[in-house]
């Protein structure tokens, strides 16, 4: 019988941080909502919550990248909203931001989850920030969550 590694939903005694774009601030105040929201409903102590704000999406993987290195949490939420203007100035910032956030991942082994909207209207981006599509911010924390249990469980080689 094969040994299965399932990542568990608690937050309980984890510690995480939450980087966050200050840019499209009305969208995400509710993401930033939705992701704190839910670490705390699934038992994570809010002082074990570090919110750190920056400028855009764009600068949030050089947060995340200071974050992971120092060591002190167990998963790193990135929650961005980039809208669609009329230049290709979106198709930059987007794409550096998930790359990014995907690169820091990979170098530091923290779990990072992306809750960055990309969206063509500020609609979508309110549907998605806690309208009819649910919130992304909410989604990127159970993200984390279950990442950061499957990291303590391969890390320690036994369930956590």
């Excluded at 705390?40 to 400028?55: A, F, L, S, Y």
């Excluded at 990135?78 to 910032?93: A, L, S």
């Excluded at 995907?102 to 979508?124: D, N, R, S, Y």
Aim: aromatic share 6%; charged share 20%.
């Amino acid at each position: 019988m094969p040994r299965i590694i399932e990542g568990t939903f608690s937050g309980e005694g984890r510690r995480f941080a939450i980087v966050v774009s200050r840019f499209n601030s009305l969208v995400t105040r509710q993401l930033l909502d939705g992701a704190e929201d839910c670490l705390v409903r699934h038992g994570t102590d809010e002082k074990n919550i570090t919110i750190v704000w920056c400028p855009g999406s764009f600068e949030i993987p050089q947060v995340a990248l200071q974050l992971a290195r120092k060591g002190s949490v167990d998963a790193i939420i990135c929650v961005g909203c980039v809208i669609r203007g009329e230049t290709p100035h979106f198709d930059y910032v987007a794409s550096e931001a998930a790359k990014g956030v995907a690169q820091v991942a990979m170098e530091t082994g923290v779990p990072v989850a992306f809750g960055i909207l990309t969206t063509e209207t500020l609609e979508q981006a309110l549907e998605r920030a806690g309208a009819k599509a649910g919130n992304k911010g909410w989604d990127a924390a159970m993200t984390a969550l279950e990442l950061a249990s499957v990291s303590r469980q391969l890390s320690a080689g036994k369930k956590a």
